[in-house]
């Protein structure tokens, strides 16, 4: 959450918000003023993060505006840039492509000197290079380049999450 920035009138945007777990959060820095958008292809968790969170915050919180988009960030109906994307999308888990095509589309959104933030689970990619197939652990390695070189590109920093169970890294990326 270190990414969300403390300025007033801040538009953010969580992509994949599954059961909610980082949208309790990021609903805690917001203040009067702020815009909240939520993009999550499950209509099953846009439902159950609407009922858990989301209506009895805007009742609390009339003048913070919170919009869930059902859909996938590819296809979403958004507009504007943001001051910080929190996403919790599993990128090892999407080919290459994909990947690579759903940062170029939120890196679109990000407005400059701004952060992306994902996490990744520490440990998968490793195993892949060792117990995969010729064909895993090339497309792996291919991965972790990808992966290296926007890291390099965007100004990357990472933090350590090993209390998390299965430990993870947190990458937070900087529109040049
Ligand atoms: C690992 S889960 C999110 C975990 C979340 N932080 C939590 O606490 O539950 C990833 C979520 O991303 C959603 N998702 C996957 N691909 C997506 C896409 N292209 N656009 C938007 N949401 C997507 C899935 O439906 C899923 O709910």
Request: charged share 30%; net charge positive; with cysteine.
């Amino acid at each position: 959450m270190q990414s969300i920035p403390y300025c007033a009138n801040k538009r953010i945007l969580e992509v994949g918000c599954g059961t909610g777990a980082f949208t309790k959060e990021i609903l805690k820095k917001l203040q009067d003023g702020d815009e909240f958008h939520i993009v999550e292809l499950s209509s099953d968790f846009c439902v159950k993060v609407e009922k858990s969170l989301l209506q009895q915050f805007r009742k609390d919180n009339p003048d913070i505006k919170v919009e869930v988009h059902n859909a996938l960030i590819e296809e979403a109906n958004l507009e504007g840039e943001f001051d910080a994307i929190i996403c919790g999308l599993p990128f090892n888990n999407f080919p290459l492509q994909v990947v690579e095509h759903v940062f170029e589309v939120m890196l679109g959104f990000l407005r400059s000197g701004r952060e992306l933030a994902y996490f990744e689970y520490l440990g998968m990619r490793k195993l892949k290079c060792v117990f995969g197939l010729p064909t895993i652990r090339r497309e792996t390695k291919q991965r972790t380049k990808n992966i290296d070189a926007r890291f390099e590109k965007q100004s990357g920093s990472q933090e350590m999450v090993w209390r998390n169970i299965p430990s993870c890294r947190v990458v937070r990326l900087t529109k040049c």
